[in-house]
Each structure stands twice: as structure tokens, then as C-alpha cells.
């Protein structure tokens, strides 16, 4: 009798470009469907298309996660397509600049997205996958839920810090039912976001120069490389665990 399962699903928040992007490459290839999920249905058509074009199953899906009510809609449809073995969260936004001027719609908007919608999404995919009694949430943390970030980002910071308790306890939680939880806490990686917020103007080169001592910045295939390894079976044993990846900023 056969033992081998069918293909397994894997819904990426934030799929679409980035650190999203190589994580939905990196699954695709590994032979998962992978539901490229962005706000921007644009692009994530575009590297659904071109995960496809490589021979891939990957599948876009329009999503804010923001929003509960359609981010526990869109994974349900996904769900129902191919039975979802990884959800990833790493959909993100960032806010630089001090405290004392982060207005509360700012504060908001970033807690809506980095934590109440990480939140959601992996209460979506544990109500799916603890009756089937197996399946891989990873969460996309920071080494700024470790420590303050170099420019001001209180509020994104306290965002990632959220992050990392959420796995662990939600990882306790879910352990008896077969479901694991666990997260990535990137350190600098070369994306337009991190390019974006380069602290004081400063290129990534110069970061890399004074607090990187492997001495190079990371790119999106580091990061998709661990979330890979947190998800797969090969991982069975580990959950509850934040798996830095910095190239040894945080040392």
C-alpha cells in the first residue's frame, strides 16, 4: 500500500516580492501549491506567473491581512483547493521615525498588519490543519524582536516582539494536536523595504561594514532557505523556536 501523501499546500503572506517572494520560490520548487497571497494582486500575478513558467504549481490570491473576515476567507478557499501542510506569515509593513510622533492611526496600521493579522492567519490555518493532526505555521519575525532596531521603529519593534511570543505560545498550545509553530528573525536582507528604511540614510553597504560580521548582507534565498527547513518534515521535533537568521548581527 502506498504511504505517499498528497501535495501539500502552502499559503505565503506577503508572496509576492522580497522575502515573500523567495519563500514561495523555495516552496514551489521543494514541490509544494503555493498560494502567492499580496495586497497587490499585480505582482503577486506576476511571480505566480513566473513560478509557473518554471514548471511550478504556484496560484495568486489577493489579500490584505489586515482584514480578518477575507483573510479567513482566503485561506479556507485555499484550503479547499489543496489541503494547506504550510501557512507562512510574512506579510509586513514598516514605520520609521520617533515615538513621540507615531500618530494612532500609524500605530494601528502597523498592529493591524504585523500582529493582529499574523494572529489571524494562523488561527485560520491551525482551525484546518489540528483535525488533520499535522501541518507548519512559521512566522517571519526580526532580530528586531531581539533588540531595537538601528533607526526608530518603536512601533514595528514591538510588532516583531509580539511575534516571537506568539509562536511560542501558540506552538505550546498546538504541540498535542500535531501542529507545529515556529519563526525566522531576519536580520538585514537585501529587499526594497530594507532599502527603504536604511537606517540615516545609510546604504546597505555601510550597515553590512559596521554591525554584520559575516560581512555581507543577506538575501530573501537565506531567509527561505530556514523557513523551508522550519516547515518540512526534517523539522518534525522543532517547534516553539525563533531560528535567527543575520549573519551574526545579533552577536
Not at 526594497?192 to 561594514?209: K, N, Q, W
Amino acid at each position: 500500500m502506498s504511504t505517499d501523501r498528497p501535495t501539500p499546500g502552502a499559503f505565503v503572506t506577503g508572496g509576492a516580492r522580497g522575502i515573500g517572494r523567495g519563500i514561495a520560490a523555495a516552496l514551489a520548487r521543494r514541490g509544494d501549491v503555493v498560494f502567492v497571497a499580496d495586497r497587490d494582486g499585480e505582482a503577486a500575478a506576476a511571480t505566480a506567473t513566473e513560478l509557473v513558467a518554471e514548471g511550478y504549481d504556484a496560484r495568486p490570491v489577493v489579500l490584505d491581512v489586515a482584514d480578518v473576515d477575507a483573510t479567513d476567507a482566503a485561506i479556507a478557499a485555499a484550503d479547499a483547493e489543496v489541503p494547506l501542510g504550510t501557512l507562512v506569515n510574512n506579510a509586513g509593513i514598516a514605520l520609521t521615525g520617533p515615538l513621540v510622533d507615531v500618530t494612532p492611526d500609524e500605530f494601528d496600521r502597523v498592529i493591524a498588519v504585523n500582529l493582529r493579522g499574523v494572529y489571524f492567519a494562523l488561527r485560520a490555518a491551525a482551525r484546518r490543519m489540528v483535525p488533520r493532526g499535522r501541518g507548519s505555521i512559521v512566522n517571519i519575525a526580526s532580530t528586531s524582536g531581539f533588540t531595537a532596531s538601528t533607526s526608530p521603529m518603536t512601533v514595528y519593534d514591538l510588532t516583531k516582539g509580539g511575534v516571537r511570543m506568539l509562536t511560542t505560545t501558540a506552538a505550546r498550545e498546538l504541540a498535542p494536536t500535531g501542529v507545529r509553530v515556529n519563526a525566522v528573525a531576519p536580520g538585514t536582507v537585501d529587499t526594497e523595504l530594507t532599502r527603504a528604511v536604511a537606517a540615516d540614510g545609510r546604504s546597505l553597504d555601510e550597515l553590512m561594514a559596521t554591525r554584520i560580521p559575516m560581512g555581507y548582507v543577506g538575501q530573501p534565498e537565506d531567509i527561505a532557505g530556514a523557513v523551508a527547513y522550519l516547515s518540512s518534515d526534517v523539522a518534525r521535533y522543532v517547534t516553539g523556536h525563533t531560528l535567527v537568521v543575520d549573519g551574526g548581527w545579533l552577536t
